[in-house]
């Protein structure tokens, strides 16, 4: 069984990491066993054998593998089917979705939820988080995300492309599931898990896709805690 460190709020149960969320559902494609520990911000010594200070993380036997994109192909190349990639060009699709996400989706997501997240980080958690996310923004977490409700409406706009997409196909991967639909609802189950706010538009096309994610997996997404 695959053991997956995953980020964890004051709930152990409450799995919030846009990127264990790839991994999540990436492990589901799979439909490999997977054993998951919940992990902190400041549980650094948990993960030391890694060699770095984030998750996701997994342990498959002795091979230890992190980030998640480098989990993605790992699967790929330990069992590959169901694909997740479907070949070098999807690859190499899914890749360029993994970018455009981490550049476009993340921090556009992160304005707008940053201040939620300090309600559901473990106590322990709480001094480092407010630290180290107000010296990158330079602003207080308050400011940063003070007037979501006129900014949101920009960064739904930003997500034009994947509308695009989804009007004409029912998967970011064409007629199924791929890993680029698991790099854009990893992301979005960040904000779903953690904040009541909405970051994509409740009525817009993007929702009936996302719907379909929540229930993939027997309901992998669907039934993860939220506040």
Known sequence: MITLYDLAGADPALRFSPYCWRTRFALAHKGMPVDTIPWRFTDTDAIAFSGQGRVPVIRDGGVVVSDSWAIAEYLEEQCPTPALFGGALGRAHARFI???????????IATLIVRDLLDVVADKDKDYFRSSRESRFGRTLEEV???????????????APIRLVLRTQPWLGGAAPSYADHIVAG?????????????????????????RMLDLYGGLGRAARTV
């Open 98 to 108: 993994n970018s455009w996400v981490d550049s476009v989706m993340v921090p556009g």
């Open 145 to 159: 995300q003070a007037g979501r409700e006129q900014r949101v409406l920009a960064f739904r706009a930003s997500l």
């Open 187 to 211: 992301t979005l189950m960040w904000a779903r898990c953690t904040s009541k706010f909405s970051v994509i538009d409740p009525q817009g096309s993007i929702v009936p896709w996302f719907e």
